[in-house]
């Protein structure tokens, strides 16, 4: 059974950072590429960033510059690095196992959300 296991949000000023981390198990992550996505309330999950096998990046404009999405196969973890956030940042935060090792194909995995709050 894969897990996919975030943690790190919580509530923080406009301006300020967290880290998000996603823990996996099994032998999915390795091989997989990975991402993180967002939902706000009353809008739609969208992508935030996605790391592939071999560590390509790939990033929403909306956060281009400010997040930074890495991987540390030996953890078998991957973390998204939020910096400058902003009121609109604020959503639950959702880590992702693609299917392949690019991100291109489906999902086969999701974490169970953490949220992330900025205060203006």
């Known amino acids: 059974q894969v897990q996919l296991v975030e943690s790190g949000g919580g509530l923080v000023q406009a301006g300020g950072s967290l880290r998000l981390s996603c823990a996996a198990s099994?032998?999915?992550?390795?091989?997989?590429?990975m991402g993180w996505y967002r939902q706000a309330p009353g809008k739609q999950r969208e992508l935030v960033a996605a790391i592939s096998k071999g560590g390509s990046t790939n990033y929403a404009d909306s956060v281009k510059g400010r997040f930074t999405i890495s991987r540390d196969n030996a953890k078998n973890t991957v973390y998204l690095q939020m910096n400058s956030l902003k009121p609109e940042d604020t959503a639950v935060y959702y880590c992702?196992?693609?299917?392949?090792?690019?991100?291109?194909?489906?999902?086969?995995?999701w974490g169970q959300g953490t949220q992330v709050t900025v205060s203006s």
């Open positions: 992702a196992a693609y299917r392949g090792s690019i991100w291109y194909g489906g999902i086969d995995y």
């Open positions: 099994g032998s999915i992550f390795s091989n997989n590429a």
